[in-house]
Each structure stands twice: as C-alpha cells, then as structure tokens.
C-alpha cells in the first residue's frame, strides 16, 4: 500500500468516527438535571463546546488521539468500532478530567488560547467539576455493556481502566516531584512518563482490542505504551528546539521553566566540566537569561542531548511498529495504526 | 430485645470487623512501588496510619460509619459480612477521597486535631494524592469478584458506585454554589444533601444487601438515603445550638461563616417582619458580632427554625427505621441498623 493511500484511509476512518465518539460524549455529558446543570456547564466549556456564557462555541479541541486509538485497535483486532465507542468516549472524558487538574497544579492561565476552567470558577469549583468527569467517564466506560459487550468482558475493561488512572496519578505525582528534586535518573523518568503519557495509550488500544476480543491484548497494550513513550520524548524534544511560530509555544520554553525533561537529565547525568558548567547553571537560582538560554541549548548539543532524545524517540517508535506486528490483526488496521504513529512522530507541534 | 443487649450487639459487630475492614485498606493502599510510595504516605497521612515524616502513628480516625452499614446491610440481608470487605474498604476510601479534596475546596486547616493533607503537602500534590485514592477506591470495589461475588452483581455494584460518585460531586457542587446565592430554597438544599451526605450512605446499605443478592435493593437504599438526609439535619443543627464542649467546633459556627443550612434557610424563608429583620442581618456585608449572633439565634427560635429542623431529622429518621422495616431481612440484623440509626440520631457531636 502506498503512503498516500494509507494517509486517505486514516483521514477518512478519523471522519467518520470523530463526530460518532464526540456525538456519545455530549449525549452523555448532557444528561443532567436543571438544578445541578451548572457543573456540567463547566465540563462543556472544558471541552470546547461552549463559552463561558453557555452559549455554543466550536473552540479548537484536542486531536482525540485516545480515542481514534481505541476505534482503531478495535477495527485492527476484528471487532466492530461502533461497540467500543463508550470505551473511546471514557478514555476521551478520563484524559479531560486529568487535564482540568494539571491545569490547577500547574497554575496554567490558557489552553489550546482559552482561559483554563479554573481561570474562570475559581479552583474549588474546578477541582469539582474534574472529579465529576473523572466519575462520569466511569459511568460512560459502563455503555459497553449496552453495545453489547459480555459482562466478563465489561469487567476486564473496568480493570484496565482503573489501574490506568492510578498509573497517571503515580506519573502526575513524579512530575511534580521532579520540581523540588536536584537530581532525577533517567530510569525514574521514563517510569514518570510510563505513568503521566504512555498509560492512557497503552490503555486505549488494550480497551479496543479487548471489545473486539483479541488474543493479542499485551501486544495491544505494548504498542500504546511504546508509542506513548515516543510521543512524549518528541514533546520534550519540541519544548526545548521546537519551532515557536509552529508549536504555539515561546522557544525552549522547557528550559526557561527549568522542566526536567529527558534531554535536559541526560545532559545533566554526563560527566565531565561541560557537564558540570551546566549543571551549575541549571541548578542556580537565578532566572535564566537570554544569554544563558542559548549557552544551555549548545552545551545540551555538545553533550550529545538531541541525539540522545532523538534515538529514544525513534527506538520507542520502532518498538510501537513491532508490538503492532505481533498483535493478531486485519492489515487494513495495522496500516491505520502505522499511519497514527508515524503522524504522531514526524509532528513538529 | 432490650436496649441494653442490643447495643451490645452493635459493638460487637464495630469491634469485630472495623479491624477487618482496616487490615483490607492496609494492604491495598500499601501495595506500591518504592519509586511511587511517596504518593501513597499521602494518602496513610491522611488516613491516620502515619505522622507527616512517615512515621507510624493512631491519630484519630472517622467513626468508619459508612463501611460499618455495608456491613450490617449484607449481614441484615443474610449474606457473610466478610464478602462484602472490598466495598466497604471502597466505600470508606471514596469518602475519604472527598474529604481530601472538600478540605482544599473550602480551606480548612485542620482536620480531626491534625493538618489537613493540603496544609502538609500544598494543594497540587494533595489534589492529585485526592485523584489517586478515587482511583483506589475503585480498584479496590473491584476486590469483590476476588471474592466470590459473581461477574454480574459486581458490574451492578460497580454501577451504584459510579453514579454515586457522580452524585456527590453534583451535591459538592450545589453546596459551593450556594456560598455565592443570596436565596436558596429548602427543596435545593435538600437535593443537595440528598448528593453530598445521603448518596454514598444510600450506596453503602445498597452494595452490601447487593452482596448479600438480596430482593429489597432499593428499600436498602432508602434505609441509607433516609439515614443520611437525618444525619445531615442534625448536624445542622447541631452546627448552630450544639454544646461546644461536646462537638469540639465553635457553638454556632455554621452562623459565623453564613452557611446555607436547613434552620438558617427554614428561618430566612418566613415571611414577616421577624423574618425580614432576620434577612437584612443575615445578608449583610459586615462580619457576624457576638452581639449579633445571640439576636440570630433568638430570632430563629421564634421563627420555629429549630423545631422545624428537629421536626425534620426525627421524621427521616424515622423514614429510615420504616424503610428498614420492609426489607426482607434477618432479625438480628435489623436490629444492628435501627441502633445505628439511633445512635447517629440521638448524636450531641
């Protein structure tokens, strides 16, 4: 199959099931009663779809990676898409609710160029409204069993769900930690971002390979967890070289918040007096500079940093490739899935 | 069967099974990973098992009321107790959860003569110490397929557990909301203690009569709903006449802060000049005096607050005792519930 022909069938399988999964979650975050309506107001502003007044907006919204993985690994394993859409839906709702509060542990003002939720509450309302996404995407994650899904299948989903949220507190909670931490190996690193990035794709395609019944689940999970890793080493390498006019966000902006990032340990993990130079840099008090900023970025090269983060990526990438080979699918979804991941790192934003 | 024989049996049952309850969220809220453990401290801080270095400690714990009623509902509708341990552990969890997170929300420094969690940890690392133990808390419910509880009523258990999170959360969020309404009426208070005290009693009476496959579901539900819309009324009350040297909190504490209660709003909702005297005293910008807060409280009385609210928590009590009445339901077991709902009634803290 050529690029081009697999690009056309993932753009149109994201067409056709981004407004279906969109459609379940907004059935679902509307059945609400008058009195308590507000709180859900406050998840549909959280998710684009209105403003603050409550009136409708199309607002820029997330590329529904989850989701799609969901779909896709259902399709690839042999099941039927439209059963794991409760599934796709909760992994959508899950990831919102993780982000609505990272937004009020990171004090972040905007997302995707509007005010955050808690921006606008206030963090005691917002806290809230996180908790009950976190609840209503339990809930949604129970459709299954309307679409049909057996009873010991609903439950292994469950299960699945479940230790994914604990995982993503357990990274949330080493990222945070890293802040008031001098010094961080590399290993506790990838087990942070095992847990903050990679848990809710690895997740997402066990969930879809479960509805469709696979034998092939750990591979299924393999593939997210790996692709999940290489996402986000080339988030990292984007926050620190990444293109400002491109990503939206101010050049090396890791660096000016001082981010403990995988390039960044493994240039402070080097020995030697470049290594040294810059630990003492990095470690000062001091805000950085404009002048130290471009000393830090070319210590980091010489170090070796780039290239270090690079090869990580495309390792975890290959990894993402050869876990999906070993699952137990049609070619047509593997190719969709190979397509994903390819997009997702060849992204420059 | 006298009073006296049966309080003894009541604590029999407390003394025998709280510790069986204990020992099950031991082991699971320790089942961590080394490089994650600091993660699960929090939450044993706030559970009492240990002090802020991590050290152990027997701080003063909740009187475990939520578990207990699970519990004695399995055993009421003839089922063994010791199956129903993973809901219990979960449900007291789930209530912990809150209290983590109602803690940040409304500020509060202390809790149980000890620094609340956020006080110890700030606000980021305790929401997310918050996120994690509902996560747990779900996990853990999971526990009673592990023991014996057949596929199709832990999905049913699991679905009264999500949609009372979901109740909570909304009830949490009508309570916050009322801090910025000038009126609210008595039918919206009661909705929202229906959600933020009665949901997860309804639901601990509930999952262990499920336990137990009993028939009468939802008079179980009832008994706890009814229970909880009592225990909040007279807590009510007693955060506005109750003995400060019992209740441990400031008499009239709810008064000073202004909170929505059911005698505060009973009064404000009265027509006539005494009630407008009332109003304008109660709405005013200006901190509460002593002065005026013995003039608040003499009004209420006359404006019959007191009786209605006393009036209010003996006829849901006695709604719960009914409910009780018509479950079906082992003598011995029904006897256990009654003299809990009479010790939480006959309360002065």
């Known amino acids: 199959m050529t690029q081009a022909n697999s690009f056309t069938r993932f753009d ?17 975050v509307n059945q609400s009663r008058p009195v308590v309506d507000g709180m859900y107001a406050m998840m549909r502003y959280h998710l684009g779809w209105e403003d603050q007044q409550g009136l409708p ?30 599934a796709a839906a909760a992994v959508e709702l899950l990831h919102n609710f993780s982000l609505i509060h990272d937004d009020i542990e990171d004090q972040s003002p905007t997302r995707r160029h509007r005010p955050t939720l808690y921006s606008c509450v206030g963090e005691a309302q917002a806290i809230n409204a996180g908790d009950a996404m976190f609840s209503l995407a339990h809930t949604v994650l129970q459709g299954l069993s309307e679409s049909g899904v057996p009873d010991a299948r609903v439950l292994a989903a469950r299960q699945v769900f479940d230790l994914t949220c604990l995982r993503l507190t357990e990274g949330q909670y080493l990222d945070m930690s890293f802040e008031t931490q001098t010094s961080v190996s590399l290993d506790t690193y990838m087990t942070m971002i095992a847990g903050k990035t990679a848990a809710l794709l690895a997740a997402s395609a066990q969930l879809g390979a479960l509805v469709a019944d696979s034998h092939s689940l750990q591979a299924f999970w393999r593939f997210g967890h790996e692709l999940g890793l290489s996402f986000q080493v080339q988030d990292d390498i984007l926050g620190t070289w990444g293109d400002e006019a491109v990503t939206g966000k101010s050049s090396a902006s890791d660096i000016l918040t001082r981010k403990k990032t ?50 990580a990526a495309e390792h975890h990438g290959r990894a993402a490739l050869q876990a999906l080979e070993e699952t137990d699918s049609r070619h047509d979804g593997v190719a969709l899935l190979s397509q994903l991941t390819t997009m997702l790192l060849g992204r420059n934003a």
Not at 12 to 28: H, L, V
Request: proline share 7%; hydrophobic share 45%; with cysteine.
């Open 57 to 86: 907006e199309h607002a820029p919204q997330g590329k529904r990676v989850r989701p799609l993985v969901v779909l896709m690994a259902c399709f690839a394993a042999g099941g039927d898409p439209r059963q794991a859409i409760p």
């Open 12 to 28: 149109t399988f994201a067409k056709t099931w981004i407004p279906e999964i969109e459609g379940y979650m907004r059935k679902r």
């Open 262 to 311: 995988l390039p960044v340990l493994f240039a402070l993990s080097q020995t030697g007096p470049e290594a040294e130079a810059l630990q003492s840099l990095y470690n000062r008090q001091a805000q950085i500079t404009h002048d130290d900023l471009a000393a830090i970025l070319a210590s980091m090269e010489r170090l070796g940093a780039r290239e270090h983060a690079e090869a």
